[in-house]
C-alpha cells in the first residue's frame, strides 16, 4: 500500500488518501498548496509520524511553488525567503509531537540554506527532488527496520500493536507493522491484535483495514481489553511506533500505549518501539518535555455525528502519553535494535 500519499505532476499536488474516511469510503484529498497540506495535517486526512514527515517535506515544496506563482521563476531571495520562512513555521506547527513534522521541515531548510539557490526556479526544482527522496527513503528505512525487527518476533507469535504504526502512517510498509510484514513474510505464522484506539480508532479502521488487505490475520479488540488478553495469554509481544523518542528512550505515541507498557511489563511481555531515527529527538532529554497534543473534545463526545456524552461535560483529549525507557526492551530502528540504556545506544547510532 504505497499509493496513500502521492505526488501528481499532472496537478503539481500532493493526493492523500482520507484517512478519516477509511476503511468504509476510499477518497482522495488534493493539495495544490501548503494551507491545503497544514489542513490534511491538523485535519488528520493523513496522520502517523513518518507520514506527516514525507508531507511535511511536499509542503515546504508547495510552498516554494506558491511564492514563485506570487514573484515569478527569476526572483531573487531577497524577494521571498521571509515569507518563505513564515509559511514553512505555520507549516511545522501544524501538530505539536510528532518530532519528524518538525525534522522534515528543518532538514529541507538546512538543504536549501546550503544549496543556496539564488532563484525560486532553482529552489522548487531543488525541493521537488529533495522531496522525491524523502518520500522514497521512507519506505526504503521501513523495509530495513522491518528486517530487523522481525528477528525478536518468534514463530506462532501474537503480537499486540497500539494505533496504526502500518503503510498508512509513513510513505509506506510501516515502522511496527513493517515488522509484522517482515516477520509475515518470513511465515512466522503470525497474528495480530490490533487495540481499537480510542477516539480516532487508528487501530479499529486503519491497522485492521492494511492488515486485512495484505491478508495478516488480525483480531481487533477493545483498548481495555488488554489486560483480560494478556493474562489469558493471547499476546506474546508488543510491537508498536512512536512520534517523539526523547534522547534518554522515553517514548511519546498514541495515548494509551503507556498502559500497555504497564500491563506487559505485569506479565513479562516484551514490548518494543519500532520507529526511524527521524522520530528519535536528542535536542529533548526525556519523555516529560515531549509536547503533548490536545486535540477537539469533539473526537471523544462523537462517534462520527453521533453525540454520546452529555451536554456540557468537560473531556481529557490528550492524544498522546509517553512510556518510560525502562518499560522498553528494544528500540527498533534502521541501524538495528537498540538496547538499555539508551542514552547510550541512542547516541551511538547517531554516531554510526
Ligand atoms: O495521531 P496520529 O494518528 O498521527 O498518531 C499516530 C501514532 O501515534 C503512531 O503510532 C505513530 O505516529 C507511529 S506511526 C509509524
Not at 522531496?131 to 530487523?148: F, L, P, Q, S, V
Request: net charge negative.
Amino acid at each position: 500500500m504505497e499509493y496513500h500519499i502521492q505526488f501528481s505532476a499532472d496537478k503539481n499536488a500532493l493526493v492523500l488518501l482520507d484517512q478519516r474516511k477509511l476503511p468504509c469510503v476510499e477518497e482522495y484529498y488534493t493539495c495544490r498548496n501548503v494551507e491545503e497540506i497544514i489542513y490534511s495535517l491538523k485535519e488528520m486526512v493523513v496522520r502517523g509520524a513518518p507520514a506527516i514527515g514525507v508531507t511535511a517535506a511536499w509542503g515546504c515544496y508547495l510552498a516554494a511553488c506558491q511564492l514563485m506563482d506570487k514573484h515569478g521563476q527569476a526572483a531573487a531571495p531577497d524577494a521571498w525567503a521571509k515569507d518563505l520562512e513564515k509559511l514553512l513555521l505555520d507549516l511545522a506547527d501544524a501538530r505539536p509531537t510528532a518530532v519528524n513534522l518538525a525534522w522534515a521541515v528543518n532538514l529541507m531548510r538546512d538543504l536549501y540554506k546550503k544549496a543556496n539557490p539564488q532563484t525560486l526556479k532553482g529552489l522548487v526544482d531543488f525541493w521537488k527532488a529533495e522531496a522525491e527522496k524523502i518520500h522514497a527513503d521512507d519506505i526504503a528505512i521501513n523495509k530495513r527496520m522491518g528486517a530487523y525487527g522481525a528477528e525478536v518476533i518468534d514463530r506462532g507469535d501474537t503480537i499486540l500493536t497500539h494505533c496504526n504504526a502500518g503503510a498508512l502512517a509513513t510513505a509506506g510498509y510501516g515502522t511496527a507493522l513493517g515488522v509484522i510484514r517482515a516477520a509475515h513474510e518470513q511465515g512466522k505464522n503470525i497474528k495480530v491484535i490490533a487495540d481499537e484506539t480510542r477516539p480516532f480508532l487508528q487501530g479499529a479502521r486503519l491497522t485492521a483495514y492494511e492488515l486485512h488487505v495484505d491478508g495478516i490475520p488480525v483480531t481487533v479488540a477493545c483498548d481495555n481489553a488488554c489486560a483480560l488478553l494478556m493474562q489469558k495469554g493471547l499476546v506474546q509481544k508488543v510491537v508498536t511506533g512512536a512520534d517523539r523518542i526523547a534522547a534518554n528512550g522515553d517514548s511519546a505515541n498514541k495515548i494509551g500505549t503507556y498502559g500497555v507498557a504497564l500491563i506487559a511489563r505485569e506479565f513479562n511481555i516484551p514490548f518494543y518501539i519500532a520507529a526511524p531515527l527521524s522520530t528519535i529527538d536528542v535536542e529533548t532529554k526525556t519523555g516529560g518535555d515531549i509536547p503533548i497534543e490536545e486535540r477537539t473534545p469533539l473526537e471523544v463526545t462523537h462517534v462520527g455525528a453521533t453525540q454520546i456524552t452529555p451536554d456540557g461535560v468537560p473531556v481529557y483529549n490528550f492524544a498522546f502519553d509517553v512510556t518510560p525507557a525502562e518499560l522498553i526492551a528494544g528500540i527498533i530502528t534502521e541501524k538495528g535494535i537498540l538496547r538499555p540504556p539508551y542514552n547510550e545506544s541512542i547516541a551511538k547510532a547517531f554516531m554510526k
